[in-house]
């Protein structure tokens, strides 16, 4: 699950913005920027305890808030991790996750997706910023007023500058490889619910300043079936430059079985920014899962994992075949990191997963 005030950007006002920031790029290199690819070292992990009945139904809150510790408390093996709490419920998180090397932050917030809310972190010559790509509650999907100042409220704390921008995305919606290559989907950023207006060659122009991206894989990805409008972090991920795990879901009846494919076909012959042919490895989704909080929403795929220092937080859905198969895959594909896989039952139930929950700041 996740979650609106964009201004109506007019052609000519777009084009100004363009031409402001070509203008930027020619006569200030010291200030282009880049979007490191998260296997690199991280300061820490930015998340947010931020389950609400409200919005999560009273039944699945107490599952969500252990879930959310769960994921805290691993990630925390090897790295700090700083989670957003409300100040009232402080001492419920502490209950949770004290005592296991997770900072707790008072902050007022509407949900738990930093992953979207949260600032994009990037490195330049003048040292780390974090940009603000103005959480608009997934197209105005979901109350965010709250989740709208994350960013802002994480770059404060972080002690980094915030970079602003008229693009509307969230950080689910791309994957960089630290290169210059980024995987995003057509059907989040290139939607009217973000960016009315906005072409393929606008948004690549804009990411090529506050990313550093000089080549972006476009991923048809689909629209209208989850609140995200199919973010990549469900699709695809770089597992390093060159090496991409794409998911596959075997169900027919899944809105996810046709674009799956499509996307596999993409990739399988795609090059990236230094003009290498990818290396796609396939995770097949789950067949089974456990029938406690499987609902018609549930995120039933491996894509969603998150790497931290020294390990792969992944989850387990039960299914005997494939989620050994995902730990072996990542395994292979991540030589040194310990692979944890979590029950996240909860969060699958809301549309989401481990990665949606997270944020790396890189490492200074």
Request: charged letters at 25%; a negative charge.
């Given at each position: 699950m996740r979650r609106r005030t964009f201004v109506q950007t007019s052609m000519a006002a777009i084009g100004s913005l363009l031409a402001g920031c070509a203008e930027r790029v020619a006569e200030d290199d010291e200030r282009t920027w880049l979007m490191?690819?998260?296997?690199?070292?991280?300061?820490?992990?930015?998340?947010?305890?931020?389950?609400?009945?409200?919005?999560w139904g009273a039944e699945l809150v107490p599952e969500v808030r252990r879930n959310l510790a769960?994921?805290?408390?691993?990630?925390?093996?090897?790295?700090?991790?700083?989670?957003?709490?409300?100040?009232?419920?402080?001492?419920?998180?502490?209950?949770?996750?004290?005592?296991?090397?997770?900072?707790?932050?008072?902050?007022?917030?509407?949900?738990?997706?930093?992953?979207?809310?949260?600032?994009?972190?990037?490195r330049g010559a003048s040292g780390r910023a974090g940009v603000d790509f103005n959480?608009?509650?997934?197209?105005?999907?979901?109350?965010?007023?709250r989740d709208a100042a994350?960013?802002?409220?994480?770059?404060?704390?972080?002690?980094v500058e915030r970079l602003r921008t008229d693009l509307v995305l969230e950080g689910g919606a791309l994957e960089v490889d630290g290169e210059g290559t980024a995987l995003i989907?057509?059907?989040?950023?290139?939607?009217?619910?973000?960016?009315?207006?906005?072409?393929?060659?606008?948004?690549?122009a804009e990411l090529a300043y506050l990313l550093g991206i000089e080549r972006v894989i476009w991923l048809p990805g689909i629209a209208g079936e989850d609140i995200t409008d199919g973010h990549t972090d469900f699709y695809a991920r770089f597992a390093g430059p060159g090496v991409v795990v794409a998911g596959l879901d075997n169900d027919p009846d899944s809105f996810d079985y046709d674009v799956t494919r499509r996307h596999l076909d993409i990739l399988g012959g795609a090059t990236d920014a230094r003009g290498r042919r990818l290396r796609v490895e396939v995770l097949e989704g789950p067949s089974t899962v456990r029938e406690t909080f499987a609902a018609d929403d549930f995120a039933a795929g491996y894509i969603n994992f998150y790497v931290c220092d020294g390990a792969v937080i992944a989850?387990?859905?039960?299914?005997?075949?494939?989620?050994?198969?995902?730990r072996a895959t990542l395994g292979r594909l991540f030589p040194g990191r310990e692979i944890v896989q979590l029950n996240i039952d909860g969060i699958a139930a809301g549309g989401g997963g481990?990665?949606?929950?997270?944020?790396?700041?890189?490492?200074?």
């Amino acid at each position: 699950m996740r979650r609106r005030t964009f201004v109506q950007t007019s052609m000519a006002a777009i084009g100004s913005l363009l031409a402001g920031c070509a203008e930027r790029v020619a006569e200030d290199d010291e200030r282009t920027w880049l979007m490191p690819e998260e296997g690199q070292p991280h300061a820490r992990t930015w998340m947010a305890f931020g389950a609400d009945a409200r919005i999560w139904g009273a039944e699945l809150v107490p599952e969500v808030r252990r879930n959310l510790a769960a994921i805290a408390t691993a990630i925390a093996r090897f790295e700090p991790v700083s989670m957003l709490v409300r100040p009232g419920e402080l001492e419920l998180a502490h209950g949770l996750v004290g005592g296991a090397n997770v900072e707790l932050v008072p902050a007022e917030i509407d949900d738990l997706w930093m992953r979207d809310t949260g600032p994009v972190f990037v490195r330049g010559a003048s040292g780390r910023a974090g940009v603000d790509f103005n959480f608009n509650g997934w197209g105005d999907k979901q109350e965010h007023r709250r989740d709208a100042a994350v960013a802002r409220i994480v770059t404060e704390r972080a002690g980094v500058e915030r970079l602003r921008t008229d693009l509307v995305l969230e950080g689910g919606a791309l994957e960089v490889d630290g290169e210059g290559t980024a995987l995003i989907t057509e059907s989040c950023v290139l939607n009217n619910n973000r960016n009315p207006g906005w072409t393929k060659r606008d948004v690549e122009a804009e990411l090529a300043y506050l990313l550093g991206i000089e080549r972006v894989i476009w991923l048809p990805g689909i629209a209208g079936e989850d609140i995200t409008d199919g973010h990549t972090d469900f699709y695809a991920r770089f597992a390093g430059p060159g090496v991409v795990v794409a998911g596959l879901d075997n169900d027919p009846d899944s809105f996810d079985y046709d674009v799956t494919r499509r996307h596999l076909d993409i990739l399988g012959g795609a090059t990236d920014a230094r003009g290498r042919r990818l290396r796609v490895e396939v995770l097949e989704g789950p067949s089974t899962v456990r029938e406690t909080f499987a609902a018609d929403d549930f995120a039933a795929g491996y894509i969603n994992f998150y790497v931290c220092d020294g390990a792969v937080i992944a989850p387990e859905f039960g299914d005997p075949v494939t989620d050994p198969a995902t730990r072996a895959t990542l395994g292979r594909l991540f030589p040194g990191r310990e692979i944890v896989q979590l029950n996240i039952d909860g969060i699958a139930a809301g549309g989401g997963g481990i990665h949606c929950t997270t944020q790396q700041e890189p490492a200074a």
